[in-house]
């Protein structure tokens, strides 16, 4: 268990981009916050008072090719989870993010731009303690072929290991196995982008998707080629991309974790059901606080090594 206290942002940070499947373009204010408020989104299009959207499992109204969350308004914002992997990934306990627009935008399809403003505009040591969720059962879930477990451990970290497999021999079988620390994500997780097949881009149009979709944000497969001119950015990207999805699907538990995270064909899905399964299972798992010794997070280290 990392020792120490909730962190927040020491600044405020802004940037901007257009969503994947959307095609709007957005703003977004990332913004200090209390002890305790954990990741708050609002929306500052729609009217006052209906853009809060907090940051929870039981809030997720959608897994199509992304995680979207929807209030009791009925207002939605998709795409949340690369921003809340980079979130979660780098210790940001407590965070508002204002959106001017329906999607969080995809930037370049991975964690790698969030991380980078993250890390530039530097955490915050606030009054309390970190909490952590330890699991002490095993929590299971299946959909077909898809499978996911938080799995109790025996030291006190946060471990993820995945598996996909594709019958496209430019992805095939790939596993990855990750225990989380602020400079794992940002070497091992950050910089992976989404992936798909270029086969499908019409279909997802064709349903709202997609519409912001080009090399530029993603990973296109055709067949067994990647038709990115520059390729990968790595031989473990598309596992990667997998287990930073994962990251940041599994924040909207609400608490850091202490537990192995193990995955068949993960995906947005899966881990939705996984979260709604570990809310409501109390009795599968107990909150602890981290003891008050200096924190052991050194973020000059982290980005030297992002």
């Known amino acids: 268990m990392s020792s120490g206290y909730q962190h927040t942002l020491a600044n405020t940070a802004i940037c901007a981009g257009i969503g994947v499947h959307s095609g709007e373009r957005a703003r977004l204010t990332l913004k200090p916050a209390p002890v305790g408020t954990g990741i708050v989104f609002n929306r500052t299009d729609v009217a006052k008072g209906e853009g809060w959207i907090e940051a929870r499992g039981d809030l997720v109204y959608d897994v199509a090719l992304g995680t979207k969350l929807q209030n009791e308004h009925e207002t939605t914002l998709s795409t949340v989870e690369h921003l809340l992997a980079a979130a979660y990934g780098l210790g940001v306990d407590n965070m508002i993010v204002e959106v001017d627009g329906p999607e969080v935008p995809i930037m370049d399809g991975s964690s790698a731009l969030y991380t980078q403003l993250i890390l530039r505009t530097g955490l915050k040591r606030q009054s309390s303690p970190a909490r952590f969720l330890r699991i002490l059962e095993p929590i299971e879930v299946r959909d077909g072929v898809k499978s996911a477990a938080l799995l109790p451990t ?141 924190a052991v997070m050194q973020f000059g280290a982290v980005a030297e090594a992002y």
């Open 154 to 294: 025996d030291d006190d970290a946060f471990h993820l290991d995945a598996v996909i497999d594709f019958d496209s021999s430019a992805i095939g079988r790939q596993r990855k196995c990750v225990t989380l620390t602020p400079e794992s994500f940002a070497s091992e997780l950050a910089f992976a982008r989404t992936f798909g097949f270029n086969r499908d881009i019409e279909r997802l149009r064709s349903m709202g998707l997609g519409q912001g979709a080009s090399m530029e944000n993603a990973i296109a497969v055709e067949d067994d080629k990647i038709l990115n001119p520059e390729g990968l950015r790595a031989e473990d990207e598309f596992i990667s991309h997998k287990i930073l999805d994962a990251v940041g699907d599994l924040s909207l538990i609400g608490y850091r974790l202490i537990g192995r995270y193990v995955s068949e064909q993960p995906g947005h899905s899966i881990n939705n059901l996984l979260v709604r399964d570990v809310l409501n299972s109390p009795e599968k798992w107990e909150l602890e606080a981290a003891p008050l010794k200096p």
